[in-house]
T-cell receptor, first 107, second 113 residues
Framework: QKEVEQNSGPLSVPEGAIASLNCTYS??????FFWYRQYSGKSPELIMF????GDKEDGRFTAQLNKASQYVSLLIRDSQPSDSATYLC???????FGQGTTLQVKP | GAGVSQSPSNKVTEKGKDVELRCDPI?????LYWYRQSLGQGLEFLIY????????KSGLPSDRFSAERTGGSVSTLTIQRTQQEDSAVYLC???????????FGQGTRLTVV
């Protein structure tokens, strides 16, 4: 079992819709998580950090953490074509990434 | 420099040759990570350095791969006797501590012919 798992997609949503990206992890002791975004041909960049159960909002992005169920999710509201990228979930510390979910936002 | 710097940006090598990839982390960052990313794939963890602790080498795919970090700063990833399946982008990242935001370099694209 991989430490961090994501559906590779692609996930396709129309412009203006909510995109929901999910991630599960195997180590119940994991404390905090990152969401990174990677545009094609570019390096990953951090968009969210979450360590507490519940929701954390930053602009159009909301990260959700449920430690009992061992999943982390990222919601993108009012999706824009510029949000089209691969979204990577990672557990902090050793910084292990999931395989990433490719999001396509269609105009 | 202001960010993580990797060199070279591109490297073409012949099968069987050894290659060295360099990573200059952000000054003062104690944690340093190496990843391999094959075309269309995710980030494959290779190795993690944290301060003066022994590195976590659990992701190195074979004994042809090794890495060192000198003086808690610059790191070199060495691949011996390169194979075609080693062709990928190798990414380095650094963070202030083991649990803080990691910043990535631009990567080294390795092509083994």
């Amino acid at each position: 079992q991989k430490e961090v798992e994501q559906n590779s997609g692609p996930l396709s949503v129309p412009e203006g819709a909510i995109a929901s990206l999910n991630c599960t992890y195997s180590d119940r002791g994991s404390q905090s998580f990152f969401w990174y975004r990677q545009y094609s041909g570019k390096s990953p960049e951090l968009i969210m950090f979450i360590y507490s159960n519940g929701d954390k909002e930053d602009g159009r992005f909301t990260a959700q953490l449920n430690k009992a169920s061992q999943y982390v999710s990222l919601l993108i509201r009012d999706s824009q074509p510029s949000d089209s990228a691969t979204y990577l979930c990672a557990v902090t510390g050793k910084l292990i990434f999931g395989q990433g979910t490719t999001l396509q936002v269609k105009p | 420099g202001a960010g993580v710097s990797q060199s070279p940006s591109n490297k073409v090598t012949e099968k069987g040759k050894d290659v060295e990839l360099r990573c200059d982390p952000i000054s003062g960052h104690t944690a340093l990570y190496w990843y391999r990313q094959s075309l269309g794939q995710g980030l494959e963890f290779l190795i993690y350095f944290q301060g003066n602790s022994a590195p976590d080498k659990s992701g190195l795919p074979s004994d042809r791969f090794s890495a060192e970090r000198t003086g808690g700063s610059v790191s070199t990833l060495t691949i011996q006797r390169t194979q075609q399946e080693d062709s990928a982008v190798y990414l380095c990242a650094s963070s202030a501590t083991g649990g803080s935001e990691a910043f990535f370099g631009q990567g080294t694209r390795l092509t083994v012919v």
